[in-house]
């Protein structure tokens, strides 16, 4: 089933989105069709992005596609033919803040009758989303998913040409569209997706039916992609996946996985790997001695533990214990002694007692992670855990996420202090957000560095002397 279909329209299904059928996932090859040559000549297109980094890669390639259909980017709205939302449905606020934004940019539409608005990304795979917009979002002119982002041209092509709303939501699990043009936001650190989906369904997890089934992409290719990627001068790539450790599980007939990936790509040239996120359930010890190789592999894992509490763990679905944890941080610190850890972190879930939390706030002291996302669980239509009873009241969950950062902060400036007085290895970004004289970059434990420099050196891995640490960067010296 790819969608439900009504008139023109083609509406998503959660329900059907669950489903994990036994089917080979088909590769596509993306061509540029040629009646969509030129259809965006002397058109600007302006996208903005919310949520993870599977939703910026995403709009890379959207960015990539517009251009080859002749538009080209601007950052003013109000010189924008086409505005694009990338949305994100992983909480509520970030849906309403979405929404906020669709009613905000609705005004545009007077200084530019023309103006095409299109919603994307994990909302619109939600039925209610796409229902709701329909009724009181008239603006919106285009409605797609996560699953056919590489048809945006077709679908520009349809709202000009019949000037009827255009709404195409798949909900089937999805196929790996290769070749699709990319335009990447910086030139010196790439995303490259090793895989789609997620197939964890975690109790309060919206992803697995947002983005479908887990699917690898052909090692082949992703190979190739780092390849291209460090012969034009990237320095470093960051491997995506919900579950990268899961990756090459769907594989019929080879064996390969995470582990083989990262150890193949260990041998290559590009000067730094980084991969994101980790499921402590799949992360095997094979990749952990891979990880050990060192090189180019950063000293970073971003591990989400959800919680502290066995009894929340299992609710939470997320099959390992708080012990199986503990036993793999101590494995990934014995393997890899100075690694820098970071997780994500949900409080407030249902069910969650006092006891609970305090297992969260003891498991945190004990690991040292240097940085936290922290959470307070928002319901999701369509998951297990929207059904449990809500038993906690907001103002407990406020004292808790209040509690964990406290705690969290500690982490970030402990982690941070353990750099000052040493030289490390920058990545320089380029100016700092905060501060236009300041350079800003990353170590290989994935510390934001701030330091005075000048532009010739974006782009390049420098040493840079630590000479003190906040909570949220160090400063330091160029050597
Ligand atoms: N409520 C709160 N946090 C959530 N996350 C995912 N779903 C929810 C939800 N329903 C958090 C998890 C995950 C991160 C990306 O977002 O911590 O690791
Ligand atoms: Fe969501 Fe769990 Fe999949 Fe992560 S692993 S995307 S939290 S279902």
Redesign the pocket.
């Known amino acids: 089933m790819i969608g439900k279909k009504h008139k023109n329209y083609l509406f998503p299904s959660l329900q059907d989105a669950r489903k994990r059928l036994k089917k080979e996932t088909e590769q596509i090859r993306y061509t540029l069709p040629v009646h969509l040559v030129g259809i965006g000549n002397n058109k600007k297109y302006l996208i903005k992005t919310y949520g993870?980094q599977g939703n910026l890669a995403d709009s890379e390639k959207m960015a990539g596609l517009l251009e080859t259909l002749g538009y080209r980017g601007v950052i003013d709205e109000k010189e924008a033919d086409i505005i694009i939302l990338n949305t994100c449905a992983?909480?509520e606020n970030a849906e309403n803040r979405i929404f906020g934004e669709l009613g905000r940019i609705k005004t545009l539409k007077k200084y530019n009758p023309n103006l095409l608005i299109a919603l994307c990304g994990c909302m619109p795979q939600e039925e209610n989303v796409v229902f709701k917009v329909l009724e009181k979002y008239p603006q919106v002119d285009i409605v797609f998913g996560t699953h056919n982002l590489y048809l945006l041209g077709e679908y520009i092509y349809e709202a000009y040409l019949s000037k009827e709303k255009v709404v195409q939501v798949y909900s089937k699990e999805g196929d790996i569209v290769e070749g699709v043009p990319m335009k990447r936001a910086f030139s010196q650190k790439a995303w490259v997706n090793i895989m789609y989906g997620c197939n964890e369904f975690?109790s309060?997890?919206?992803?697995p039916y947002t983005r479908g089934k887990e699917r690898s992409r052909n090692y082949h290719d992703i190979i190739q992609e780092v390849l291209d990627l460090t012969r034009s001068g990237y320095k470093e790539v960051t491997l995506l996946g919900q579950n990268v450790n899961a990756y090459g599980k769907d594989f019929i007939d080879i064996n390969y996985t995470f582990a083989d990936l990262l150890f193949d790509l260990n041998k290559t040239e590009i000067p730094r790997i980084r991969f994101t996120?980790s499921h402590p359930r799949d992360l095997d010890n094979r990749t952990i001695e891979v990880m050990a190789l060192q090189g180019n592999i950063m000293p970073h894992l971003h591990l989400?533990v959800?919680s502290g509490s066995n009894n929340i763990l299992k609710k939470m679905n997320r099959k390992y214990t708080r012990e199986k944890y503990l036993e793999l941080i101590n494995k990934l610190r014995h393997y890899i002694p100075d690694i820098s850890i970071t997780t994500?972190?949900?409080v407030g879930f249902p069910g969650e007692s006092d006891e609970d939390f305090t297992a969260t706030l003891d498991l945190v002291d004990q690991v040292d992670f240097e940085g936290a996302?922290t959470?307070?669980?928002?319901?999701?239509s369509g998951?297990p855990?929207s059904k449990y009873e809500d038993n906690i009241d907001y103002t407990t969950k406020k004292q808790r996420l209040y509690a964990l950062n406290k705690l969290v902060n500690e982490g970030y400036l402990n982690g941070n202090k353990r750099f000052e007085g040493k030289t490390v290895k920058v990545l320089v970004d380029g100016f700092s957000n905060k501060n236009n004289n300041m350079l800003s970059g990353y170590t290989e434990h994935n510390k934001l560095v701030n330091f005075a420099g000048n532009e010739t050196i974006i782009g390049q891995i420098i040493d840079v002397k630590i000479e003190k640490a906040y909570t949220w960067h160090l400063r330091g010296i160029i050597e």
């Open positions: 993870c992983i909480r975690c309060y997890c919206i992803v996120t989400p959800q994500d972190i949900i996302y959470f307070i669980f928002s319901p999701r998951t855990a």
